[in-house]
């Protein structure tokens, strides 16, 4: 009984090494890339990133300036009850949490173009009075 016990735990631990030398290893990627919404945000940051007048606008008046841009596809999550994937152009709602503050950014995807239309702060929603 205790050979077979060791006979198996050498397999599973030289198994182990196997894996982890062969798949985990040097690995440039986040571990959970391959999950839906890691997914969505590579393919929309991939894309030529192109921003609606309204969206300028609203970078301006929340005083968040251009480097806002690339931490929403950094830091930010697919919501996929408020998207919709399978319109004509994709739509998606990302969320991004900044200093406590929420962001809502709604994305629409176009071929290989990804337009971001609004971004929207929940508690201050009515504070920029850009044109829609």
Same mark, same amino acid.
Not at 74 to 97: A, C, H, N
């Given at each position: 009984?205790? =050979?077979?016990?060791?006979?198996?735990?050498? &397999?599973?631990? $030289? &198994?182990?090494?196997?894996?982890? +030398?062969?798949?985990?290893k040097?690995?440039?990627? /986040?571990?959970? &890339?391959?999950?839906?919404?890691?997914r969505?945000?590579?393919?929309?940051?991939?894309?030529e %990133?192109?921003?609606? #007048?309204?969206?300028?606008? !609203?970078?301006?008046?929340? #005083?968040?300036?251009?480097?806002?841009?690339?931490?929403?596809?950094?830091e930010?999550?697919?919501?996929f +009850?408020?998207?919709?994937? !399978?319109e004509?152009? =994709?739509?998606?709602?990302?969320?991004?949490?900044?200093? #406590?503050? $929420?962001? /809502? %950014?709604?994305?629409?995807?176009?071929?290989?173009?990804?337009?971001?239309?609004?971004i929207?702060?929940?508690?201050? /929603?009515?504070?920029?009075?850009?044109? !829609?």
């Amino acid at each position: 009984m205790a =050979r077979r016990v060791r006979i198996y735990l050498f &397999g599973f631990i $030289l &198994g182990c090494i196997i894996v982890y +030398s062969s798949l985990i290893k040097d690995r440039t990627k /986040e571990l959970l &890339g391959w999950l839906p919404s890691a997914r969505i945000i590579t393919e929309l940051s991939q894309n030529e %990133i192109k921003k609606s #007048n309204l969206t300028d606008c !609203k970078l301006k008046c929340l #005083n968040l300036g251009e480097s806002f841009i690339p931490l929403i596809f950094e830091e930010g999550d697919v919501d996929f +009850s408020r998207s919709r994937p !399978k319109e004509k152009p =994709r739509q998606y709602l990302v969320e991004l949490k900044k200093q #406590n503050e $929420l962001f /809502e %950014i709604y994305i629409y995807v176009m071929d290989s173009t990804t337009i971001i239309k609004d971004i929207i702060m929940p508690e201050h /929603e009515n504070s920029c009075n850009c044109p !829609k």
